[in-house]
């Protein structure tokens, strides 16, 4: 049996310092002090102090993630990780779980749709990616699918539009196909599926100027035709940058 011969109150509000025969022996929340009683001349078997310590550490796990989640919404993958990386045991820390779901701090579904919600907002990022974010986050499959199933057709075809006319600004220099190209590239490695893409790239309307593009072939071929030693070799670039062989040929041949 050890006796409790001073309870002595923290800096910090409602923490206490607990001595044991007169030594220094454990902290502990104003909630463990008041749960388990414990007061000046209380005497406490060594069970009793394995269970105070064991209730002071799974409260602490509850306030630290507690104080996690005041900063953002997280998911459960989330606040575990963070837990076991505090070196916290698994009793502490499934308890923890379970009371931040009972009190509705804890939801993976919200998460996703509030997740969902900032990505369409701040982001050019397409279902595939916020899928592949989720993933990461350990949001469960059948919670992803769902809540991807609910986003706004009209809000994600306004976002790729607004994405595809930033890539069309900066393909300026490319011919008309190479430009339909890598917008219809940038467009996928967003995480936008072909119908959102198809109707996204429509949308802009885009036409092809034939003196433009004949101006940017004539510039394309002074630039590097040196770096070749056969026409044919200048020609198969030139139509991997997306000009057509007719048009490629018809520019060499006035040139020459």
């Known amino acids: 049996m050890a006796k409790v011969t001073k309870i002595q109150a923290q800096k910090r509000k409602g923490r206490y310092n607990i001595y044991l025969d007169g030594k220094y022996a454990f902290p502990v929340a104003e909630t ?8 000046k001349d209380v005497e406490l078997t060594d069970q009793e102090v394995a269970e105070i310590e064991h209730r002071e550490n799974v409260n602490k796990a509850y306030g630290d993630a507690v104080n996690y989640l005041s900063y953002q919404l997280r998911t459960e993958k989330e606040i575990k990780e963070y837990l076991y990386k505090k070196e916290y045991h698994k009793d502490a820390v499934e308890f923890t779980l379970e009371k931040l779901r009972n ?17 369409l907002r701040m982001t050019a990022n397409g279902p595939k990616i916020i899928e592949q974010k989720l993933f990461q986050k350990g949001v469960p499959d059948n919670i992803i699918q769902d809540s991807l199933f609910d986003i706004d057709q009209d809000v994600l075809l306004e976002n790729a539009i607004e994405f595809a006319k930033k890539q069309a600004r900066k393909q300026k220099r490319a011919s008309f196909q190479q430009m339909l190209t890598k917008i219809r590239q940038s467009l996928y490695q967003k995480g936008f599926n072909s119908e959102i893409t198809n109707e996204a790239i429509k949308k802009l309307d885009l036409e092809v100027d034939e003196d433009e593009e004949l101006d940017k072939l004539n510039k394309m071929i002074e630039k590097v035709q040196h770096r070749y030693d056969t026409q044919a070799k200048l020609i198969n670039y030139l139509m991997t940058k997306g000009y057509h062989y007719d048009e490629i040929k018809r520019v060499l041949d006035a040139n020459n």
């Open 32 to 39: 463990t002090l008041i749960e388990f009683r414990l007061m």
């Open 103 to 119: 009190l509705h701090y804890l939801d993976d579904a919200s998460y996703a749709k509030s997740f969902i919600t900032d990505q």
